[in-house]
Structure formats: C-alpha cells, structure tokens
C-alpha cells in the first residue's frame, strides 16, 4: 500500500510567518511530489511540484524534497491570511502511462491576522 | 487559462437512482481522472482513462461505476444506483502527456448529495 502521511494540523501562525507543512511517503520508487491547495469546499489547485532532491523556490512557496529520509516539506515565506487552506501532498504512480495521485489527508493552515 | 469545467456543480438525488457527472477536460489534455472526497476525508482515486479506454481503477470503482468520452470533449462518470456513501464531492482532472512530474489540473468538482 503506498502511503503519503501527513500531519492534519491545524498549524497555526501569524501573518508574516513561515509556515513548514510537512509531507511523508513510504513508497521509495516515487519520483516527484506535488502540493496542491484546496479551500474549503473546492478543488484541489496545484501550488508547485518537485522531483529532484534539494529545493524549489517559486515566489513565497519553497518545495523542499528528501528522497533518502522520504521526506517533502512546503515552506511559505511571509505568510498570508490568504494561504489559509488546507495543503495537500500527492504523489504520482506509475501505472504503463498512467500516474494516479495518492493524496495525503492534508494540513490545514491558518494565518492569523 | 484553459480550465477543466464539471456540471453540475451540485447534485441531490435519491438513492437507488442513476447519476451521470459532466466534465470538460483541457482540450490538449490525454489523460483523464476521476477522483473523490467525502466530507472530511482524503481525495481518493477513482479511475483513469487514455485512448479511450479505462487504464486504471480502484476498489471504489465497481460495476455500478462507468465512464465514458462520447463525443471526444465530454468525459462522464455514471453511478448506475447510487448509495448513501457515494455522497462526496466528484472531482475531474486531466493531464497533458505521460511523466511522472506533468501535473493534474482540477475542476471545481460537483457536490454529489445522496438522499
């Protein structure tokens, strides 16, 4: 069963902050990452993905990927009230040209005015 | 930007009846999903679709479940006869071309009300 866990929160900071939104997986054979973001009641909106080891940094959002502790974090520089949401981790799996996407239950945020 | 569009938006229907949920892939998208959320819980994966044709599904995805390209645009879910637990929010996504790091864009999804 291939997982992806993720601590459901609510992490809580003040605007401004940075807030860390971790991500684990127990499948060692998965290649890239994806962050999506979904308010309450939406859909799933695609923040940023990674693939290699190291970090991405688009913006305020920085993807941050550890194949070797099976680790994937997202930080948000300058946190907004705007960011709050609930922060979902996925990872693609290969299946002939398929690549399904196993989500984590996800992490609210809040940003605190 | 193109968008990935589902219709309704919101379906209340009785139990026993059969649903069809609408979506409109991105128009140079190949590959196509179904996914789920109830209320509360993680998006689950429902069944992917490539040349016309089901490539994957999940234990969700039994025979009262169908999907269908009809006219080459549409890309349809079918619940044959729905259950109180197919309540859930229905979410469509499409993807370009095949790798792992090619990313599936949503639709808003369409809220799936079980009486």
């Known amino acids: 069963q291939k997982e992806v866990e993720q601590n459901s929160g609510p992490l809580s900071v003040p605007e401004g902050a940075i807030a860390s939104l971790n991500c684990t997986y127990s499948d060692r054979g998965s290649q890239s990452f994806f962050w999506y973001r979904q308010y309450s009641g939406k859909s799933p909106e695609l923040i940023m993905f990674i693939y290699s080891n190291g970090d991405k940094e688009d913006g305020r959002f920085t993807a941050q990927l550890n194949k070797a502790s099976q680790y994937v974090s997202l930080l948000i520089r300058d946190s907004q009230p705007s960011d709050s949401a609930t922060y979902l981790c996925?990872?693609?799996?290969?299946?002939?040209?398929?690549?399904?996407?196993?989500f984590g239950k996800g992490t609210l945020l809040t940003v605190n005015p | 930007e193109p968008e990935v569009t589902q219709t309704p938006s919101h379906q209340v229907t009785q139990m026993g009846q059969e649903v069809i949920l609408r979506c409109v892939p991105i128009s140079n998208h190949l590959y196509f999903y179904w996914y789920r959320q109830i209320l509360g819980q993680k998006v689950e994966f429902l069944v992917s679709f490539y040349n016309n044709e089901i490539s994957e599904k999940s234990e969700i995805f039994d025979d009262q479940f169908s999907v269908e390209r009809p006219d080459g645009s549409n890309f349809t879910l079918k619940i044959r006869s729905t259950k109180l637990e197919d309540s859930a929010m229905y979410f469509c996504a499409s993807r370009r071309r095949v790798g792992s790091n090619q990313p599936q864009h949503f639709g808003d999804g369409t809220r799936l009300s079980i009486l």
């Open positions: 996925a990872a693609p799996h290969p299946r002939g040209s398929n690549y399904k996407l196993t």
